[in-house]
């Protein structure tokens, strides 16, 4: 097993909020790390900034993760530049609010294709470099709405509820190569996903909160590291939930 600095990280969805954060948790222990992003480009490209400032070696690549060809491509990038992720987080995601009665088939189609397609596909990409070194860790950031469910956002709450049961049967495929696979799935965090509410509603939910508060990117960032440590080995299959006690 390689050294933890010299193992690769790939982050999906890191330009801002959760994805940045992680990726500077990665990058303060000077690991090499890839940032993916869709269309943020400035907003990846500061990150990755940061990211060097602090010692990583730090690669940045677009790609839509719905897309297998696409996919494959960025693959065969990281390969040819011996960048391919020892660590997988699958972060990327997009939310979702409304009734039900008022989800279109194209709403539905676009973020279960987003929220669980980018993540089969992404996994299904990277996984068999993991199995052949009998070493990896895949982390996929799902939602507290995923173990409790919430009003308003039926669909989003489906695809974390299945982002944590693929994470559940995945983890038990896995074991015996040596690759964990566990999901964080946070509660209220203070980013941009969370700019849908306004300061009275932010101040409202907070106090339904135990701790009266709203998480911050790098405690939730904090989590994923650890899950990704080597010696987390015997921790698998697992969906954490870092939110402050407010569903237990």
Not at 8 to 22: E, F, H, Q, Y
Not at 197 to 219: C, H, M, N, T, Y
Request: charged fraction near 20%; hydrophobic fraction near 40%.
């Amino acid at each position: 097993m390689k050294p933890l600095s010299e193992m690769t990280v790939l982050i999906t969805g890191a330009s801002r909020g959760i994805g940045a954060a992680i990726a500077q948790r990665f990058a303060a222990e000077g690991m090499n790390l890839v940032i993916h992003y869709l269309n943020s480009h400035e907003a990846a490209n500061e990150t990755a900034r940061i990211c060097m400032r602090r010692g990583s070696n730090v690669m940045t690549v677009s790609s839509d993760l719905r897309s297998r060809d696409q996919l494959n491509r960025m693959h065969e990038k990281l390969e040819t530049h011996g960048m391919l992720p020892d660590i997988l987080v699958n972060n990327a995601g997009i939310s979702h609010y409304g009734l039900l009665s008022d989800v279109t088939d194209e709403v539905w189609d676009d973020v279960m294709s987003v929220n669980l397609k980018g993540m089969f596909l992404c996994t299904q990409t990277f996984m068999p470099a993991m199995v052949k070194s009998k070493y990896g860790r895949i982390i996929n950031v799902s939602s507290v709405w995923g173990i409790s469910g919430a009003s308003c956002e039926v669909l989003y709450s489906t695809t974390k509820g299945g982002m944590n049961a693929f994470t559940k049967a995945l983890a038990k495929e896995l074991a015996p190569s040596g690759i964990t696979v566990n999901a964080v799935a946070p509660g209220a965090v203070d980013t941009m996903m969370n700019n849908n509410l306004d300061e009275q509603e932010k101040a409202a939910l907070s106090e339904e909160i135990p701790v009266g508060r709203f998480a911050q990117p790098d405690e939730i960032a904090s989590l994923v590291y650890f899950l990704a440590l080597p010696e987390s080995s015997y921790i698998t299959g697992q969906i954490i939930s870092p939110n402050g006690g407010w569903v237990t």
